[in-house]
């Protein structure tokens, strides 16, 4: 149970970055820009990996896959989704 606290909160964590930054002009403000581009390339692998390993502790877990963990692999799907076919 609490693996699938961490997993949710490192996804709301990714998904309001990202929202975050696509929404607000990021270079516009030197200290966000400086935030932006030292953390940019950790959030990023982050939302790619996440996916992967949540997919992998379902299918470890089974039965006993905590709700949590399809939240936060529907949240990072749809940040997905959005990177590609909104932002693109």
């Known amino acids: 149970m609490k693996l699938s606290q961490i997993v949710f909160a490192v996804s709301l964590f990714t998904t ?3 929202l975050t ?3 607000i002009n990021v270079y516009g403000n030197v200290l966000a820009k ?3 581009e030292t953390t940019s390339l950790l959030l990023m692998i982050t939302l790619y990996a996440l996916p992967i390993l949540i997919i992998a502790l379902m299918l470890r877990l089974k039965k006993r896959t ?4 399809y939240i936060s692999l529907g949240m990072l799907f749809t940040m997905l ?8």
Do not use: E, G, S
Not at 66 to 69: A, R
Not at 81 to 88: D, E, K, M, P, S
């Open 81 to 88: 989704l959005l990177i590609f076919a909104v932002y693109q």
């Open 21 to 23: 930054a696509f929404n």
């Open 34 to 36: 400086t935030i932006f």
């Open 66 to 69: 905590p709700k949590l963990h």
């Open 16 to 18: 309001i970055y990202w």
